[in-house]
T-cell receptor, first 112, second 111 residues
Framework: SQTIHQWPATLVQPVGSPLSLECTVEGTSNPNLYWYRQAAGRGLQLLFYSVGIGQISSEVPQNLSASRPQDRQFILSSKKLLLSDSGFYLC???????????FGDGTRLSIL | SQQGEEDPQALSIQEGENATMNCSYKTSINNLQWYRQNSGRGLVHLILIRSNEREKHSGRLRVTLDTSKKSSSLLITASRAADTASYFCATLKYTGNQFYFGTGTSLTVIP
């Protein structure tokens, strides 16, 4: 069966520090991969999605970047975190662009 | 924007009652999906309804879709305390390949 791993679960970082969040999927090949951010009590904002290795689409201009170095690995990065980067970050995968998305358990990021 | 909007924002019911949540969206869609999120966790896919379908059932869940009104509803019958969660609709644009999630309905089922 397919599983998605996302870590760390919680992260506290100072303003201006770098960020790297990792997501990996097991049990499937060539998944579509997604990074979302969820502000407290709000819906999900799509940040990046990828349909293949090295193919990254960005939905909103921001302080973040994404990379897909391997088929089932998706990384969210920042060189310098801002206070506004705080939130709940969720990684997801889908088998097709129109099919159900399967989410990891998220990373709670707090910026001090 | 394409983003869906759920209504109500919050709903509190007694165990055993039915819960109805609504979702409205703005543009033509390929399909609409409903997800559930327990506090502090990732989202779990519940049900997918295609643009050419009007109603779909899955266990205690019933989803309707009215493309003329650009709206959908999720009905949870005979609710249980374990149904307490936030529920989100997500729409896939007809010509797009990414989903847009609504702001969610927070459901509380009181035992």
């Amino acid at each position: 069966s397919q599983t998605i791993h996302q870590w760390p679960a919680t992260l506290v970082q100072p303003v201006g520090s770098p960020l790297s969040l990792e997501c990996t999927v097991e049990g499937t090949s060539n998944p579509n991969l997604y990074w979302y951010r969820q502000a407290a009590g709000r819906g999900l904002q799509l940040l990046f999605y990828s349909v293949g290795i090295g193919q990254i689409s960005s939905e909103v201009p921001q302080n973040l970047s994404a990379s897909r170095p391997q088929d089932r690995q998706f990384i969210l990065s920042s060189k310098k975190l801002l206070l506004s980067d705080s939130g709940f970050y969720l990684c997801a995968w889908s088998g097709t662009t129109s099919g159900p998305q399967h989410f990891g358990d998220g990373t709670r990021l707090s910026i001090l | 924007s394409q983003q869906g909007e759920e209504d109500p924002q919050a709903l509190s019911i007694q165990e055993g009652e039915n819960a109805t949540m609504n979702c409205s969206y703005k543009t033509s869609i390929n399909n609409l999906q409903w997800y559930r999120q327990n506090s502090g966790r990732g989202l779990v896919h519940l049900i997918l309804i295609r643009s050419n379908e009007r109603e779909k059932h899955s266990g205690r869940l019933r989803v309707t879709l009215d493309t003329s009104k650009k709206s959908s509803s999720l009905l949870i019958t005979a609710s249980r305390a374990a149904d307490t969660a936030s529920y989100f609709c997500a729409t896939l644009k007809y010509t797009g390949n990414q989903f847009y999630f609504g702001t969610g309905t927070s459901l509380t089922v009181i035992p």
